[in-house]
T-cell receptor, first 112, second 109 residues
Framework: DADVTQTPRNRITKTGKRIMLECSQT?????MYWYRQDPGLGLQLIYY???????NKGEISDGYSVSRQAQAKFSLSLESAIPNQTALYFC???????????FGQGTRLTVV | QKEVEQNSGPLSVPEGAIASLNCTYS??????FFWYRQYSGKSPELIMF??SNGDKEDGRFTAQLNKASQYVSLLIRDSQPSDSATYLC?????????WGAGTKLIIKP
């Protein structure tokens, strides 16, 4: 079983709909991240959390919100999906500052 | 805005040759440097990390770091078709990792 699990793996949704992407981890890491990846671009940080009570905006947080329900769970919501939010979304964890990131399998989201 | 730059490629290398991938970064305070491999549609996976100036070798992979010149490179010896992927450089900066856009590597049989 994967240490970092994302659900769903694929999702097609309509413009204006609210959608939630979920991430859970069994690695015991405090730090969790949500990234977005568009073709030809690097990973862009949406939100990150260093513990349950510490949530921070990344470089592209507009149109997104997050919830850290527990140390092991970090959810990303698109309040009102728009087509340019079509992308590959990754959840990641790390044990501390300057350490490697461990990724989930990714969620391919299409907004039509 | 802290930046990490990579040549997008594609970089085409014959099978068995050495592939050389490069990355430059802007934050002089960066302490940790990572190379990830990403197959199309899959998640990034860690290949190498390096913290100190110089070379670090792991099997067919060598990471090279030059903090004075602010670049980090990855050498892949005896390149195999299975090495064909996009290679992402990541650099620690202000409590997070900053990612390059990646270099697409193609190994030709």
């Amino acid at each position: 079983d994967a240490d970092v699990t994302q659900t769903p793996r694929n999702r097609i949704t309509k413009t204006g709909k609210r959608i939630m992407l979920e991430c859970s981890q069994t690695k015991g890491h405090d730090r969790m991240y949500w990234y977005r990846q568009d073709p030809g671009l690097g990973l862009q940080l949406i939100y990150y959390s260093f513990d349950v009570k510490d949530i921070n905006k990344g470089e592209i947080s507009d149109g997104y919100s997050v919830s850290r329900q527990a140390q092991a769970k970090f959810s990303l919501s698109l309040e009102s999906a728009i087509p340019n939010q079509t992308a590959l979304y990754f959840c990641a964890t790390s044990v501390g500052e300057g350490t490697e990131a461990f990724f989930g399998q990714g969620t391919r989201l299409t907004v039509v | 805005q802290k930046e990490v730059e990579q040549n997008s490629g594609p970089l085409s290398v014959p099978e068995g040759a050495i592939a050389s991938l490069n990355c430059t970064y802007s934050d002089r305070g960066s302490q940790s440097f990572f190379w990830y491999r990403q197959y199309s549609g899959k998640s990034p996976e860690l290949i190498m990390f390096i913290y100190s100036n110089g070379d670090k070798e792991d099997g067919r992979f060598t990471a090279q770091l030059n903090k004075a010149s602010q670049y980090v490179s990855l050498l892949i010896r005896d390149s195999q078709p299975s090495d064909s992927a996009t290679y992402l450089c990541a650099v620690s900066s202000n409590y997070q990792l900053i990612w390059g856009a990646g270099t697409k590597l193609i190994i030709k049989p």
